[in-house]
């Protein structure tokens, strides 16, 4: 009896697992699903199959691309502000009789300066400030900020001697260079004299533009309640009693730019929305492109994507129109951006590629 009852144990253990096995060959070997021929038979060392890890998607792919261009926008901003000191960027008294007796101007860095040191030696010296002035621009446009700046200077030695009319353009051209290169102290003593110079013959708008660009060296060196009044207090009546409205719409968006410096954006919006209002009324058009992009930039500090979304598109129109390649890259940066965060996976890759486009083309 017992040997019967060990017999039918036996029997029962052996169809449990035969059964169990069976479950086992039924089970894939790679739960994912996507290994699905394999040899069962393989006893060799080592697993049956080595599970893989789930193919990643394309929107996983599209975030670590974003990832890629994380701390460029700095490279961007600069950029941009190369481009300000360009479209500010004052020319000599002379520049047109350069123009005429010079043209072609040399085309590379050792014909200009031989061009130049040969009007050094000949004792040229207003020629000499105003083709170190030509070249400088040149190099800026370039790039190139250390060399204009050691131009810049070459041309301000020669300019001492020279007209007043090359000395103020060297100066003032090396004060916003000094400005981007963060040498304060000597952008600020420069500035100091303009101001002296404008107040001593009663220049008033001369007066105002340069309290501006006192002011914002004032907010570089974290001056910033300083900086406020400079140009609440002082350039602002200026500009008023004068009506030269250009200048006012720039201190007002140079305001702007020092309450994004405290990171104090509506604030910023609100001078923002006067500069804009302002530059409509008074069709100063070159200036919305920069101040649609600062609202919708203040926006996208702020979390308020949807609302950013739509200034960045509405710069993006005006920079498309004046063919501004630079603004245009740092719109993009942030419209794609925007698309991520809001998970709009198709129009995040489009911006990523017209970032890249425009990124190789001008870096």
């Not at 261009?69 to 350069?98: C, M, P, W």
């Not at 002035?133 to 301000?156: F, M, P, T, W």
């Not at 220049?203 to 060296?217: G, M």
């Not at 129109?317 to 993009?332: G, R, S, T, Y």
Request: charged fraction near 25%; proline fraction near 3%; avoid cysteine.
């Amino acid at each position: 009896m017992i040997d019967k009852v060990r017999v039918t144990l036996a029997i029962s253990l052996m169809l449990s697992i035969l059964s169990l096995k069976g479950q086992d060959n039924d089970k894939p070997l790679d739960p994912s699903g996507f290994v699905t021929k394999y040899n069962n038979s393989f006893a060799g060392i080592g697993p049956k199959v080595y599970v893989l890890p789930t193919p990643r998607t394309k929107e996983e792919e599209l975030v670590d691309s974003y990832k890629e261009k994380t701390g460029f926008f700095d490279s961007i901003s600069r950029q941009l502000d190369v481009q300000h000191i360009i479209e500010d960027y004052k020319f000599t008294s002379n520049a047109n009789y350069l123009k005429q007796n010079f043209n072609p101007f040399p085309t590379n860095e050792n014909d200009w300066n031989a061009l130049i040191t040969k009007l050094e030696k000949n004792n040229n010296l207003p020629l000499v400030a105003g083709l170190a002035n030509e070249y400088a621009y040149d190099l800026l446009k370039q790039g190139e900020v250390n060399k204009s700046i050691a131009l810049l200077i070459r041309g301000l030695n020669a300019a001492k001697t020279a007209g007043t009319g090359e000395r103020i353009a060297l100066e003032h051209n090396l004060a916003s260079a000094y400005l981007y290169n963060g040498n304060y102290s000597d952008a600020s003593a420069m500035q100091e004299t303009f101001f002296k110079s404008a107040t001593d013959s009663k220049a008033s708008v001369d007066q105002a533009n340069t309290l501006v660009r006192i002011a914002l060296l004032q907010a570089y060196q974290k001056n910033y309640q300083a900086a406020e009044n400079t140009i609440i207090r002082r350039a602002f009546p200026l500009f008023n009693k004068t009506k030269f409205y250009p200048g006012k719409v720039n201190a007002l968006i140079t305001l702007a730019k020092i309450y994004q410096l405290q990171n104090k954006h509506t604030e910023a919006q609100w001078f923002l929305i006067q500069a804009k209002d302002l530059a409509e009324d008074k069709k100063i058009n070159n200036e919305l492109p920069e101040i649609e992009f600062m609202l919708a930039f203040s926006k996208y500090v702020q979390q308020n994507y949807k609302i950013a979304l739509i200034e960045f598109e509405n710069a993006k129109k005006l920079a498309d129109v004046e063919n501004n390649k630079v603004l245009q890259l740092a719109i993009h940066d942030k419209l794609g951006d925007i698309y991520l965060l809001m998970e709009n996976y198709k129009d995040a890759e489009e911006e990523l590629s017209n970032y890249w486009r425009l990124r190789k083309e001008l870096f």
